[in-house]
């Protein structure tokens, strides 16, 4: 994909890095594979960053990178479920979050 972009543009890798607020050397890695895999994958915010420089949908870097695509969530959605997490106690929101993470991880592990 990076190289795409940089085709497309022609740009070289030192503008799509300017343009991402990303250094050369990560996107040097990417583009050449080194890290681009694992269990872990490029740091999301990363690729957000990638995607606004590049001036492509973060859901195309995602899918380009390997990684879950992430689905919008609206303010209102957003905000319920932030009144909701909010009335819980400590306990109750530690569940939640333990919960999230495992699930989390489920779909990481489905891929």
């Given at each position: 994909m990076i190289d795409r972009v940089l085709r497309e543009k022609d740009w070289t890798l030192s503008t799509l890095a300017r343009r991402s607020e990303l250094s050369v050397s990560t996107l040097?890695?990417?583009k050449s594979g080194d890290r681009a895999t694992g269990n872990r994958g490029p740091?999301?915010?990363k690729l957000r960053q990638l995607a606004a420089g590049a001036g492509l949908t973060v859901a195309e870097v995602f899918e380009a990178a390997g990684r879950h695509v992430p689905v919008a969530i609206d303010d209102e959605e957003e905000r319920r479920f932030l009144h909701l997490f909010r009335t819980l106690d400590t306990e109750d929101r530690r569940v939640v979050e333990a919960t999230m993470q495992a699930m989390r991880e489920?779909?990481?592990s489905a891929r």
């Open positions: 040097h890695s990417w740091n999301p915010d489920r779909q990481k």
